[in-house]
């Protein structure tokens, strides 16, 4: 499906991270990857993870830092040349500000680091990818329904995904015409490092399954999935799309109890 396409995957921590699973759908669909992490605490999950999916090149980088996303794209251009796609699975809020209620833990500070990694990262990343992709590729984006709906603890998490929601149809928008297409995928809830930030995670997930169509929740290999879709030519009349792979819940104008 996605044969021979070099694509970048941007938010691998460790095997639970849901770039996980897309790398390994990817991998398992004949794409060329290359991974890049924040920082030395994930260099040596990422260095063996790169060796089971093809062994492609691995760089640092730190997605606050406009630098660190210059130099990963330079050293992605000098190992690759042209390439085909970008996953961004990357997220990040204070602890505080994904706790409680929104009017007793939003803060200028906090807001401005989440919406800075949490959004503005992809737009970032983005905007220095675009000259070095080929004519036939996509980039794509997680977010979660938490964006729609006002969802207890989520709070500056669902602005910024808000916004980065937003950054799909812009960049999109524009970019097509270089045959680039950006989409996001709105996953329901996994249990992973980000997940465990949010408080309630736990009972939310134990919760949410019962309330979908498909009485259970979604996998990560659901996600990865629909991303070897979207990151391939069969998707090529798709952008500018947020696609919920959520088992149904995002349709449904009131839960069952
Ligand atoms: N897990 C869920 O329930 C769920 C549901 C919907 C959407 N998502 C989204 O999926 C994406 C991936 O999250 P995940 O759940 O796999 O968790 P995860 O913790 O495995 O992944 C988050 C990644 O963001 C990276 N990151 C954070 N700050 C960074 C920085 N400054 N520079 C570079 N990288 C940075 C982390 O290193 C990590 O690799 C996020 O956008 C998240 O909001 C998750």
């Known amino acids: 499906m996605v044969q021979g396409k070099k694509i970048l995957v941007v938010g691998l921590a460790n095997k639970y991270s849901i770039a996980s699973a897309i790398s390994r759908s990817l991998h398992s669909n004949g794409a060329e ?54 996953v961004h699975s990357v997220g990040f809020a204070p602890a505080e500000q994904i706790s409680g209620n929104i009017e007793d833990c939003i803060t200028r500070e906090g807001f401005t680091i989440t919406h800075d990694i949490s959004s503005y990262s992809f737009a970032g990343l983005l905007k220095e990818c675009y000259p070095h992709m080929s004519e036939s590729s996509s980039a794509l984006t997680l977010t979660y329904i938490g964006s729609q709906e006002a969802t207890q603890n989520y709070n500056v998490m669902g602005m910024a995904k808000a916004s980065l929601e937003a950054s799909v149809r812009y960049f999109a928008s524009t970019l097509g015409e270089r045959g680039i297409r950006v989409n996001s995928i709105s996953a329901g ?42 990151l391939s030519d069969m998707s090529s009349g798709i952008t500018g799309q947020n696609i919920y792979v959520d088992g149904g819940y995002s349709i449904q104008s009131k839960k069952p109890d």
């Open 189 to 230: 809830p996994i249990k992973t490092l980000a997940a465990s930030g949010i408080k309630g995670f736990k009972s939310m997930l134990n919760s949410h399954g019962k309330e979908t169509p498909l009485g259970r929740n979604i996998t990560a290999e659901e996600v990865g999935n629909t991303a070897s879709f979207l």
């Open 33 to 86: 990857l290359g991974f890049s992490y924040q920082n030395e605490r994930f260099e040596k999950f990422i260095t063996s993870f790169s060796q089971d999916c093809g062994n492609g090149p691995t760089f640092k980088c730190d997605l606050s830092s406009d630098k660190d996303i210059q130099n990963l794209v330079a050293d992605v251009v000098k190992k690759w040349g042209k390439f085909d796609g970008i």
